[in-house]
Protein backbone atom coordinates (compact mmCIF):
# COMPACT_ATOMS: atom_id res chain seq x y z
CA UNK A 1 0.00 0.00 0.00
CA UNK A 2 1.31 3.68 -0.96
CA UNK A 3 2.32 5.94 1.72
CA UNK A 4 1.11 9.18 2.08
CA UNK A 5 2.59 11.52 -0.76
CA UNK A 6 3.63 14.77 -1.06
CA UNK A 7 4.29 17.30 -3.55
CA UNK A 8 6.35 19.26 -4.12
CA UNK A 9 9.24 18.32 -1.30
CA UNK A 10 10.90 21.36 -1.50
CA UNK A 11 10.37 25.02 -3.05
CA UNK A 12 11.19 28.60 -2.74
CA UNK A 13 8.66 31.77 -2.99
CA UNK A 14 9.31 35.06 -2.60
CA UNK A 15 7.29 37.71 -0.32
CA UNK A 16 3.89 38.06 -1.42
CA UNK A 17 3.54 34.96 -3.72
CA UNK A 18 1.28 32.35 -2.78
CA UNK A 19 1.70 28.61 -2.74
CA UNK A 20 -0.19 25.41 -3.25
CA UNK A 21 1.00 22.08 -2.25
CA UNK A 22 -0.60 18.45 -2.17
CA UNK A 23 -0.89 15.99 -0.23
CA UNK A 24 -2.12 12.21 -1.89
CA UNK A 25 -3.34 10.28 1.58
CA UNK A 26 -3.21 6.15 1.95
CA UNK A 27 -6.15 4.60 -0.17
CA UNK A 28 -8.83 4.46 2.11
CA UNK A 29 -7.93 6.93 4.25
CA UNK A 30 -10.66 9.70 4.75
CA UNK A 31 -8.92 12.21 7.43
CA UNK A 32 -6.10 15.01 6.21
CA UNK A 33 -4.61 17.08 8.44
CA UNK A 34 -2.51 19.71 8.04
CA UNK A 35 0.61 20.48 10.35
CA UNK A 36 3.49 23.27 10.48
CA UNK A 37 6.95 22.11 11.68
CA UNK A 38 9.46 24.37 12.62
CA UNK A 39 12.59 24.24 15.09
CA UNK A 40 11.15 24.55 18.65
CA UNK A 41 7.56 25.10 17.92
CA UNK A 42 7.13 21.59 17.31
CA UNK A 43 4.08 20.25 15.01
CA UNK A 44 0.97 23.08 14.58
CA UNK A 45 -1.84 22.04 13.59
CA UNK A 46 -3.11 23.95 10.57
CA UNK A 47 -6.63 22.12 9.61
CA UNK A 48 -7.98 18.64 9.57
CA UNK A 49 -10.19 17.71 6.60
CA UNK A 50 -12.67 14.65 6.81
CA UNK A 51 -14.69 13.16 3.90
CA UNK A 52 -14.28 16.94 2.46
CA UNK A 53 -15.42 19.08 5.22
CA UNK A 54 -12.99 20.93 7.12
CA UNK A 55 -13.36 19.39 10.79
CA UNK A 56 -11.33 21.96 12.72
CA UNK A 57 -8.90 24.54 12.40
CA UNK A 58 -6.05 25.66 13.96
CA UNK A 59 -4.97 29.47 15.11
CA UNK A 60 -3.42 30.09 11.77
CA UNK A 61 -4.28 33.50 9.54
CA UNK A 62 -7.00 33.07 6.43
CA UNK A 63 -3.77 33.31 4.88
CA UNK A 64 -4.10 29.60 5.34
CA UNK A 65 -6.72 27.43 3.52
CA UNK A 66 -7.57 24.03 2.44
CA UNK A 67 -9.59 22.05 0.65
CA UNK A 68 -9.99 18.25 0.18
CA UNK A 69 -11.40 16.39 -2.87
CA UNK A 70 -13.87 13.38 -3.54
CA UNK A 71 -11.21 10.98 -3.55
CA UNK A 72 -9.70 12.39 -0.06
CA UNK A 73 -6.94 14.09 -1.80
CA UNK A 74 -6.28 17.78 0.07
CA UNK A 75 -4.77 20.89 -0.99
CA UNK A 76 -3.34 23.69 1.21
CA UNK A 77 -2.34 27.19 -0.02
CA UNK A 78 -1.09 30.09 1.83
CA UNK A 79 -1.16 33.56 0.04
CA UNK A 80 0.70 36.76 0.96
CA UNK A 81 3.78 34.83 1.85
CA UNK A 82 5.57 36.47 4.55
CA UNK A 83 9.19 35.74 5.71
CA UNK A 84 8.14 33.62 9.00
CA UNK A 85 5.83 31.12 6.98
CA UNK A 86 9.41 29.16 5.66
CA UNK A 87 8.70 25.63 7.17
CA UNK A 88 8.41 22.15 6.66
CA UNK A 89 4.51 21.69 6.08
CA UNK A 90 3.50 18.24 6.86
CA UNK A 91 0.32 16.40 6.10
CA UNK A 92 -0.97 12.87 7.91
CA UNK A 93 -3.53 10.90 6.71
CA UNK A 94 -6.08 8.49 9.25
CA UNK A 95 -8.77 6.19 8.40
CA UNK A 96 -11.15 7.68 10.36
CA UNK A 97 -10.45 11.19 12.57
CA UNK A 98 -7.30 12.32 13.54
CA UNK A 99 -8.37 12.03 16.90
CA UNK A 100 -9.15 8.58 17.31
CA UNK A 101 -6.37 6.71 15.60
CA UNK A 102 -2.94 6.72 14.02
CA UNK A 103 -1.88 9.35 11.89
CA UNK A 104 0.43 8.31 8.66
CA UNK A 105 2.53 11.46 7.93
CA UNK A 106 4.03 12.17 5.13
CA UNK A 107 7.77 13.26 4.22
CA UNK A 108 6.35 16.88 4.13
CA UNK A 109 6.72 19.80 1.95
CA UNK A 110 9.74 22.41 2.82
CA UNK A 111 8.70 26.08 2.33
CA UNK A 112 11.50 28.77 2.05
CA UNK A 113 10.36 32.33 1.50
CA UNK A 114 12.61 34.64 0.42
CA UNK B 1 -8.86 25.54 23.45
CA UNK B 2 -6.67 22.41 23.94
CA UNK B 3 -3.39 23.11 24.72
CA UNK B 4 -0.52 20.43 25.30
CA UNK B 5 2.90 21.40 26.82
CA UNK B 6 6.07 19.22 26.84
CA UNK B 7 8.87 18.91 29.46
CA UNK B 8 11.60 18.22 28.97
CA UNK B 9 13.00 20.09 25.20
CA UNK B 10 15.92 18.17 25.82
CA UNK B 11 16.77 15.16 27.43
CA UNK B 12 20.38 13.43 27.18
CA UNK B 13 20.89 9.93 28.76
CA UNK B 14 23.55 7.04 29.23
CA UNK B 15 22.68 4.12 26.79
CA UNK B 16 20.98 1.71 29.42
CA UNK B 17 19.29 4.18 31.19
CA UNK B 18 15.69 4.75 31.76
CA UNK B 19 14.24 8.02 29.71
CA UNK B 20 10.63 9.73 30.49
CA UNK B 21 8.97 12.92 28.56
CA UNK B 22 6.33 14.09 30.43
CA UNK B 23 3.29 16.10 28.96
CA UNK B 24 0.53 18.31 30.37
CA UNK B 25 -2.80 19.12 28.78
CA UNK B 26 -5.53 21.71 29.27
CA UNK B 27 -8.92 20.28 27.99
CA UNK B 28 -10.64 17.85 30.50
CA UNK B 29 -12.49 16.34 27.75
CA UNK B 30 -9.11 15.22 26.28
CA UNK B 31 -9.37 11.43 25.64
CA UNK B 32 -6.98 10.40 23.21
CA UNK B 33 -2.92 10.59 23.66
CA UNK B 34 -0.45 9.27 21.10
CA UNK B 35 3.15 9.53 21.38
CA UNK B 36 5.07 10.07 17.95
CA UNK B 37 8.71 9.34 17.13
CA UNK B 38 10.73 11.49 14.43
CA UNK B 39 14.15 10.42 13.64
CA UNK B 40 16.70 12.83 12.26
CA UNK B 41 14.99 13.80 8.80
CA UNK B 42 12.25 11.51 8.65
CA UNK B 43 8.50 11.76 9.29
CA UNK B 44 6.87 11.10 12.38
CA UNK B 45 5.47 8.10 13.79
CA UNK B 46 3.19 6.58 16.01
CA UNK B 47 4.89 4.57 18.68
CA UNK B 48 2.15 3.90 21.10
CA UNK B 49 -1.20 5.84 22.18
CA UNK B 50 -3.33 5.80 25.52
CA UNK B 51 -7.32 6.63 25.99
CA UNK B 52 -8.36 8.07 28.80
CA UNK B 53 -10.27 4.87 30.18
CA UNK B 54 -6.92 3.30 30.61
CA UNK B 55 -4.77 4.44 33.21
CA UNK B 56 -0.98 2.38 32.23
CA UNK B 57 0.05 0.97 28.74
CA UNK B 58 3.00 -0.65 27.73
CA UNK B 59 5.02 -2.33 24.63
CA UNK B 60 8.24 -3.51 25.16
CA UNK B 61 10.31 -0.64 26.25
CA UNK B 62 8.15 2.03 26.26
CA UNK B 63 5.23 2.74 28.72
CA UNK B 64 2.96 5.38 28.95
CA UNK B 65 0.99 6.44 32.03
CA UNK B 66 -1.66 8.93 32.17
CA UNK B 67 -3.37 10.57 35.30
CA UNK B 68 -6.94 12.35 34.09
CA UNK B 69 -6.89 14.03 37.65
CA UNK B 70 -3.45 16.20 37.01
CA UNK B 71 -4.26 16.39 33.24
CA UNK B 72 -1.01 14.77 32.30
CA UNK B 73 1.15 11.98 31.20
CA UNK B 74 4.29 10.48 30.41
CA UNK B 75 6.02 8.06 28.14
CA UNK B 76 8.88 5.80 29.93
CA UNK B 77 11.36 4.30 28.35
CA UNK B 78 13.26 1.24 29.44
CA UNK B 79 16.73 0.50 29.05
CA UNK B 80 17.63 3.16 26.02
CA UNK B 81 19.27 2.44 23.17
CA UNK B 82 21.62 4.90 20.51
CA UNK B 83 18.49 3.92 18.17
CA UNK B 84 16.13 5.83 20.78
CA UNK B 85 17.52 9.11 19.80
CA UNK B 86 14.89 10.62 18.31
CA UNK B 87 12.46 13.55 18.72
CA UNK B 88 9.32 12.09 20.69
CA UNK B 89 6.12 14.07 20.47
CA UNK B 90 2.90 13.89 22.67
CA UNK B 91 -0.15 14.65 21.62
CA UNK B 92 -3.35 15.66 22.98
CA UNK B 93 -7.26 15.43 21.32
CA UNK B 94 -10.71 15.34 22.46
CA UNK B 95 -14.53 14.47 21.27
CA UNK B 96 -14.85 16.15 17.93
CA UNK B 97 -11.91 18.07 18.60
CA UNK B 98 -8.21 18.89 17.30
CA UNK B 99 -5.26 16.52 17.65
CA UNK B 100 -2.60 19.05 19.19
CA UNK B 101 1.51 18.15 19.42
CA UNK B 102 3.25 19.22 22.34
CA UNK B 103 6.83 20.81 21.31
CA UNK B 104 9.18 18.21 21.14
CA UNK B 105 11.31 16.83 22.98
CA UNK B 106 14.73 15.65 21.93
CA UNK B 107 16.15 12.72 23.20
CA UNK B 108 20.02 12.00 22.76
CA UNK B 109 21.26 8.73 24.22
CA UNK B 110 24.87 8.31 24.25
CA UNK B 111 26.95 5.13 23.97
Known amino acids: KAGVTQTPRYLIKTRGQQVTLSCSPI?????VSWYQQTPGQGLQFLFEYFSETQRNKGNFPGRFSGRQFSNSRSEMNVSTLELGDSALYLCASSFETANTGELFFGEGSRLTVL | GENVEQHPSTLSVQEGDSAVIKCTYS??????FPWYKQELGKRPQLIIDIRSNVGEKKDQRIAVTLNKTAKHFSLHITETQPEDSAVYFC??????????FGQGTELSVKP
Open chain 1, 27 to 31: SGHRS
Open chain 2, 27 to 32: DSASNY
Open chain 2, 91 to 100: AGAGEGGKLI
